[in-house]
């Protein structure tokens, strides 16, 4: 019997440091490094329609595992999302639109467009039917 892999796993050494200086960078830009030991980047072997996710909650961010087929633009990218809206959250709380005014200052401030739909070069995997639908999370294709 196949063992199933498991849905969350720790960043592959070869991404692990260039993640978190660039994760770092961006909380520099936004004067709050001293978040970056806090924030836990995890991966998800299960994500399909989504990129990338951030739970405030548990100051975690969740990479898709194919986000590693994209150019470095994109992962800088997608991890400077994601930690914006954590970064959000730690300075405004809950209540705030996603992708609100807060969020896209943090964007700017880091140098980059604020965008909700990221085009890639490279497509992701088909997903698999689901049962349920989660509707959170950097979409590809839907404005959330
Ligand atoms: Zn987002």
Redesign the pocket.
């Known amino acids: 019997m196949a063992t199933r892999a498991p849905r969350k796993i720790e960043i592959p050494q070869e991404h692990a440091g260039a993640l978190g200086i660039h994760l770092k960078h961006c909380l520099g830009l936004w004067e709050v490094d001293g978040l970056a030991p806090k924030i836990e980047l995890r991966l998800s072997t299960r994500m399909t329609r989504t990129i990338g996710s951030?739970n405030p909650a548990k100051n975690r961010i969740t990479l898709a595992v194919w986000l590693f087929n994209q150019p470095q633009t994109i992962i800088d990218e997608v991890v400077c999302?994601?930690a914006a809206?954590l970064i959000v959250h730690h300075l405004h709380g809950t209540g705030l639109r996603?992708?609100g005014r807060e969020?896209q200052a943090l964007m700017r401030r880091a140098g980059v467009t604020p965008r909700?739909r990221i085009p890639l070069p490279h497509p992701p995997p088909v997903p698999k039917p689901r049962r349920r639908r989660r509707r959170s999370?950097?979409t590809r294709g839907l404005s959330i």
């Open positions: 951030a999302h994601e809206h996603p992708h969020w909700v999370g950097l």
